[in-house]
C-alpha cells in the first residue's frame, strides 16, 4: 500500500516537472512575412518574403540583395530561395533553401539545395541548425521584418 502511495507521488512530481511549454502546436502560417538573413556573412541583410503558393505549400522569394560579389553574380531579386517548409514535430520545420549557383551545382550533378532545421526562437525570429545542433542556439537566423 505505501509503495502504491509513493509510485503515485513520484509520478505526480514527474509530471509537475516536465517542461510543457513546446507541446503546443506552431502554426506553419507564422513563416508567412518579409524577413532578412543573418548569421552568414555572404548573406546577411538578403530579404526574403515567404508566401503560400497556390498549392498551399510555402515558398520564398528574393526581394533584395545585399553587397556581396558572390551574390549578386548568382542571386537576382524574384530568385526563390526557399523552396519548401515542411513540418518535423509540433514547433521543429524543415526548411529548404537553394544554394547560392545551384545552376552551377546542377550541371555537376551535385546537390542544390540545403537544409536546414527550423524553430521559432519568438514570433519574429528563427534559428536554422544543421544536422543535430540545435536551432535556436545557431548565430544562422531569419529575423522578420515589421515595417516592410
Same mark, same amino acid.
Given at each position: 500500500?505505501?509503495?502504491?502511495?509513493?509510485?503515485?507521488?513520484?509520478?505526480?512530481?514527474?509530471?509537475?516537472?516536465?517542461?510543457?511549454?513546446?507541446?503546443?502546436?506552431?502554426?506553419?502560417?507564422?513563416?508567412?512575412?518579409?524577413?532578412?538573413?543573418?548569421?552568414?556573412?555572404?548573406?546577411?541583410?538578403?530579404?526574403?518574403?515567404?508566401?503560400?503558393?497556390?498549392?498551399?505549400?510555402?515558398?520564398?522569394?528574393?526581394?533584395?540583395?545585399?553587397?556581396?560579389?558572390?551574390?549578386?553574380?548568382?542571386?537576382?531579386?524574384?530568385?526563390?530561395?526557399?523552396?519548401?517548409?515542411?513540418?518535423?514535430?509540433? +514547433?521543429?520545420?524543415?526548411?529548404?533553401?537553394?544554394?547560392?549557383?545551384?545552376?552551377?551545382?546542377?550541371? +555537376?550533378?551535385?546537390?542544390?539545395?540545403?537544409? +536546414?532545421?527550423?524553430?521559432?526562437?519568438?514570433?519574429?525570429?528563427?534559428?536554422?541548425?544543421?544536422?543535430?545542433?540545435?536551432?535556436?542556439?545557431?548565430?544562422?537566423?531569419?529575423?522578420?521584418?515589421?515595417?516592410?
Amino acid at each position: 500500500m505505501i509503495a502504491k502511495i509513493w509510485i503515485a507521488l513520484l509520478f505526480g512530481l514527474l509530471l509537475i516537472s516536465c517542461d510543457t511549454s513546446k507541446l503546443h502546436e506552431t502554426p506553419i502560417d507564422n513563416f508567412e512575412g518579409i524577413w532578412e538573413l543573418s548569421g552568414r556573412t555572404m548573406f546577411d541583410g538578403i530579404k526574403i518574403k515567404i508566401e503560400k503558393r497556390d498549392n498551399g505549400d510555402l515558398m520564398g522569394k528574393v526581394i533584395s540583395l545585399n553587397d556581396n560579389k558572390y551574390v549578386k553574380m548568382f542571386v537576382e531579386p524574384n530568385d526563390i530561395w526557399v523552396t519548401g517548409i515542411s513540418r518535423s514535430s509540433n +514547433y521543429e520545420f524543415k526548411l529548404t533553401e537553394k544554394k547560392i549557383g545551384s545552376v552551377l551545382f546542377s550541371v +555537376y550533378g551535385l546537390s542544390t539545395t540545403n537544409e +536546414y532545421k527550423v524553430e521559432f526562437i519568438d514570433d519574429d525570429t528563427i534559428g536554422l541548425g544543421r544536422d543535430n545542433s540545435d536551432p535556436t542556439k545557431s548565430p544562422i537566423k531569419y529575423i522578420r521584418l515589421k515595417n516592410e
